[in-house]
């Protein structure tokens, strides 16, 4: 069993920067972040390869060139930083797992372990 636990989110104006962090008490294959706002589904918004150091990265077209995934091998970690924010970026902020590689974003349905979550809110 893996845990994943967020931290890290808050209010922000727009234009602000924040980060999540996950902390999980091992590595899985692939870890993501994604992120439902209220009345929308769950949609994903990175994806790191943690099988690896330096693993590939993969990002929502909505977060190209303004958030940015990584991981950090010896505390376990996985951070989201997120610059540029936009109130669009508002939303609850999940933290996944999967033993599998990432090879891409791929769907909720794809990861095994969730954390409960960190809400990130974006104001005009």
């Known amino acids: 069993q893996v845990h994943l636990v967020e931290s890290g989110g808050g209010s922000v104006q727009a234009g602000g920067s924040l980060r999540v962090s996950c902390a999980a008490s091992r590595f899985m294959g692939c870890m993501a972040w994604f992120r439902q706002a209220p009345g929308k589904e769950r949609e994903g918004v990175a994806a790191?390869?943690?099988?690896?150091?330096?693993?590939?990265?993969y990002y929502a077209d909505s977060a190209k060139g303004r958030f940015t995934i990584s991981q950090d091998h010896v505390k376990n970690m996985v951070y989201l930083q997120m610059s540029s924010l936009k109130p669009e970026d508002t939303a609850l902020y999940y933290c996944?797992?999967?033993?599998?590689?990432?090879?891409?974003?791929?769907?909720?349905?794809?990861?095994?372990?969730w954390g409960q979550g960190t809400q990130v809110t974006v104001s005009s």
């Open positions: 790191i390869t943690t099988a690896i150091i330096n693993g590939p990265t």
């Open positions: 996944a797992a999967s033993e599998n590689l990432c090879f891409g974003l791929r769907r909720a349905n794809d990861y095994t372990h």
